[in-house]
């Protein structure tokens, strides 16, 4: 997951980094710290807790004797599908009519309905084709993109991902991501530290500075990590003598809010 050896590996080239799903770049890293740990003596429970990670995955890491490659998933096979290609040259040819479209599918032996050529028309003119440029995203569209697994990701999602981590820094960015949610989501305050040391040794401005803002208070953020107490409630109760302020505006004196407050 993170240490201070994986912020430091060198990026690709653009060629190739494009060519190289991120998510194979993650299970590579991984593969190539987990080993090394071991090969220095140190035990599966202590590299799973430094790296906030599950027991089995690191025994899993540790033992193959290659990079684990992910379990595919297949889409379940369609009648369309030998005629895929055939729409596909129609479709960019510039006829786009449904009727059109099934009608050269069953002269060419499609069996199916009408139905799922609709539905292929519907995903085609939903989605940008591969040679048309994506739009930009929003920001915060890349941060939930960040946030999400590479495998939960729609193909209109991952590709403007993959432009995006073409860039050395983003890379860096995404490759640390990742085990800061698993830090936060599953409370493993123990890898905190290691997280902060790879983040500043990036040298990334808004990464050091935020590291530099979690050491400023870190103790209280160690706490958020391990404790299921927050300040919701006393959140809750702000909104609430607010709301009372805005419904009481310009109607009472203060003498009259207070009594609200207390007495709700």
């Not at 297949?74 to 009648?79: I, K, N, V, Y």
Request: net charge positive.
């Amino acid at each position: 997951m993170v240490s201070r050896d994986r912020a430091e590996v060198s990026s690709p080239s653009t060629q190739e980094t494009a060519e190289v799903a991120p998510s194979h770049i993650l299970r590579t890293q991984r593969y190539t710290e987990i080993q090394a740990r071991r090969q220095r003596g140190e035990s599966i429970s202590h590299i799973a807790k430094d790296l906030a990670l599950d027991r089995k995955t690191v025994h899993k890491y540790a033992t193959a004797p290659t990079c684990p490659s992910p379990t595919p998933s297949h889409r379940g096979s369609s009648l369309l599908d030998p005629y895929i290609p055939q729409l596909q040259t129609l479709w960019e040819q510039g006829k786009r009519n449904v009727e059109a479209l099934w009608a050269a599918a069953q002269a060419a032996g499609y069996p199916g309905s009408r139905v799922t050529v609709q539905r292929w028309v519907t995903r085609h003119r939903r989605h940008p084709s591969v040679d048309s440029p994506p739009r930009r995203p929003k920001p915060r569209q890349v941060a939930a993109w960040y946030l999400s697994r590479w495998d939960h990701l729609t193909r209109t999602t991952t590709r403007p991902l993959s432009l995006i981590l073409t860039d050395p820094e983003c890379q860096r960015v995404y490759t640390l991501t990742h085990p800061l949610h698993t830090i936060i989501r599953y409370r493993r305050s123990e890898a905190l530290t290691t997280w902060l040391a790879a983040a500043e040794a990036t040298k990334i401005p808004e990464l050091v500075r935020f590291a530099a803002g979690i050491r400023h208070d870190e103790q209280a953020v160690r706490n958020g990590c391990m404790v299921i107490w927050s300040q919701g409630i006393v959140e809750g109760f702000n909104n609430q003598i607010k709301r009372l302020k805005r419904i009481m505006y310009g109607r009472a004196r203060f003498d009259l809010l207070r009594k609200r407050i207390l007495l709700s």
